[in-house]
């Protein structure tokens, strides 16, 4: 059982390796090409690389955000149940000191 979640956690190890690696090669050549004035050619190669990179940004972008959200709620509820302190609620006139005379 370790070895598959040592094996799971290689794997989503690389995978997420791999979508930084994407994005940042797609926003370097973008940056790159910003300068690059087509003169109308249908076949631009640096065009064409371009809008390759932009969908990129754009479908991992979103999943990112998506991400980045749940693990931002999954931290925000871990802290707030780390610092809650267990109190019983239950309380009886021993507790309150109260005294039974009529």
């Not at 094996?7 to 090409?33: D, K, Q, W, Y």
């Not at 064409?48 to 925000?76: D, H, P, R």
């Amino acid at each position: 059982m370790k070895g598959k979640t040592l094996r799971n956690r290689i794997i989503s190890l690389v995978a997420l390796l791999a979508t930084v690696f994407v994005v940042l090669i797609s926003n370097m050549l973008i940056s790159e090409n910003v300068n690059h004035h087509c003169h109308g050619e249908a076949n631009c190669p640096i065009c064409s690389l371009i809008v390759q990179c932009e969908k990129n940004i754009n479908t991992v972008g979103s999943g990112l955000i998506m991400v980045a959200v749940a693990a931002m709620v999954y931290f925000v509820a871990a802290v707030t149940v780390s610092n809650y302190k267990y109190q019983s609620v239950q309380t009886t006139l021993v507790s309150q000191k109260v005294r039974l005379d009529s």
